[in-house]
């Protein structure tokens, strides 16, 4: 009954954060061209909470080539679209109003797969696989291949012999909180 109550919380919290992200993102897209129209100071509030939703979406950071004319020379150099945040150069404008479309795409993404089924059993089978991805390893490279065929044979081991050892895991966890608690 405790695995439906994890499932039912992981389900909810996902649906409903990436929800509200979704939302949130919507919201800050529409300050953001009102700002591009009226410099209006209070929106540099808003910058943080930004540019910490475009990281949640693991937007990928890029930088932006620019040129300007400074009398009779030209300048040439690359901003961070992220620390340069907001802006009113357009080449950078266009790449923040870009990443407002990305993040919520991906926010509508994660919104879907929350209702899917699919998404829950790919999860579960995929437990190992997940989390190597989520540690950031280099999926290239023949050590993380062989770790992660390693994980899943172990998960995949695990759950099938789950349901057999069930009463005697139960009885293991119980005593082992008896002798540390």
């Known amino acids: 009954m405790i695995f439906v109550y994890l499932f039912l919380f992981a389900f909810i919290y996902k649906f409903v954060s990436n929800f509200i992200y979704m939302k949130q993102i919507q919201k800050y897209r529409t300050l953001h061209e009102k700002w591009l129209q009226k410099r209006d100071e209070k929106f540099y509030i808003y910058r943080n909470s930004i540019i910490n939703l475009f990281n949640k979406a693991h937007l990928q950071k890029t930088t932006v080539p620019v040129s300007q004319t400074q009398g009779n020379y030209q300048k040439r150099f690359k901003l961070d679209p992220y620390v340069n945040f907001p802006s009113n150069i357009t080449a950078v404008v266009k790449i923040h109003l870009a990443l407002y479309d990305l993040a919520e795409s991906v926010?509508?993404?994660?919104?879907?797969?929350a209702i899917s089924p699919l998404y829950w059993?790919?999860?579960?089978?995929?437990?190992?696989?997940?989390?190597?991805?989520?540690?950031?390893?280099?999926?290239?490279?023949?050590?993380?291949k062989?770790?992660?065929?390693?994980?899943?044979?172990?998960?995949?081991?695990a759950v099938a012999t789950f349901p057999f050892f069930k009463q005697d895991l139960k009885i293991m966890i119980i005593n082992l909180l008896e002798i540390y608690f």
């Open 146 to 157: 062989l770790l992660n065929i390693l994980l899943t044979f172990i998960w995949w081991l």
């Open 107 to 113: 926010f509508y993404s994660r919104l879907k797969d």
């Open 121 to 144: 059993i790919d999860l579960i089978l995929f437990a190992p696989k997940k989390l190597l991805a989520h540690l950031n390893l280099n999926n290239e490279k023949n050590t993380t």
